[in-house]
């Protein structure tokens, strides 16, 4: 499952996550990839966090001053 969300578009996807994380045998892999314009923009922090160790791949960042080059975080596997 491949779930794309940018900024406050992540609320009305959040359930759906809940879902697959809460039968993984059902659905198999989880695919978020969500970015905000700034890290202070992320929403659900908390849960992004919690979801991490959960997830294959994660983007969960926008530009920041201190950060260049790819945003994207292996989390366990590849994409593809």
């Not at 945003?71 to 596997?77: A, E, F, K, T, Y």
Request: hydrophobic content about 40%.
């Amino acid at each position: 499952v491949v779930v794309v969300a940018g900024g406050i578009g992540l609320p009305p996807v959040r359930p759906i996550l809940a879902e697959v994380l809460a039968h993984r045998d059902r659905y198999g892999r989880l695919v978020l990839l969500y970015g905000s314009r700034t890290p202070d923009d992320l929403v659900f922090q908390k849960d992004l966090e919690r979801w991490r160790a959960r997830l294959v791949f994660l983007a969960q960042q926008g530009p920041h001053p201190d950060r260049v080059g790819r945003i994207l975080q292996n989390r366990g596997g590849s994409l593809l």
